[in-house]
């Protein structure tokens, strides 16, 4: 509802928070820390807000209708998100037996396909198992 905003690039909580995404399934936000934020840009009345201002982005996309986001708790490194995300994308799309599958996803799918992507990590670098630091940072926000 915004007159400016279709000429602006900087996407808010705010705004976010305003746009009608009932209509789609997932949000995938794989940048750094993307879960944390604070709420100075919500308005009061509109979902209870933690105390500690985490959540910013994903209770924005959760409050503008999505049911579930793929979001990280701190920094990680740029090659494991682009490993993860790239095993992730490929699990989204196939149900168990390996079929094509489409949106909306069935519960725990997108759960499912974040695990399946850290085991694919898993096996390609055993390295990494012992360190959680490098993919325990991904979780699903909202339903499963």
């Given amino acids: 509802n915004d007159p400016d905003f279709k000429h602006t690039s900087f ?3 705010h705004r976010i928070g ?11 936000l794989s940048a750094c ?5 604070h709420f100075k840009d919500l308005p009061e009345n509109t979902l209870s807000v933690p105390q500690d201002g985490t959540a910013g982005l994903s209770l924005a996309f959760l409050r503008a209708g999505l049911p ?4 990280t708790l701190w920094p ?5 998100t682009s ?3 790239k095993a992730f994308y490929h699990h989204l799309f ?4 390996g079929a094509a599958i489409a949106p909306p996803f069935p519960p725990r799918h997108v759960s499912r396909c974040l695990r399946l992507a850290v085991l694919d990590l898993w096996q390609c670098h055993p ?7 490098f993919w325990a940072a991904f979780v699903v926000y909202g339903l499963p």
Avoid at 68 to 71: C, E, P, S, T
Avoid at 76 to 80: E, L
Avoid at 127 to 133: A, E, G, H, Q, V
């Fill in 11 to 13: 996407l808010n909580a």
């Fill in 18 to 28: 305003e746009l009608d995404l009932s209509h789609v399934g997932l949000a995938v």
């Fill in 33 to 37: 820390n993307s879960h944390r934020g």
């Fill in 68 to 71: 579930r986001a793929v979001v």
């Fill in 76 to 80: 990680i490194s740029d090659r494991v």
């Fill in 83 to 85: 490993y993860i995300m």
């Fill in 94 to 97: 196939q149900d168990p037996d």
């Fill in 127 to 133: 390295d990494l198992r012992n360190d959680p630091f």
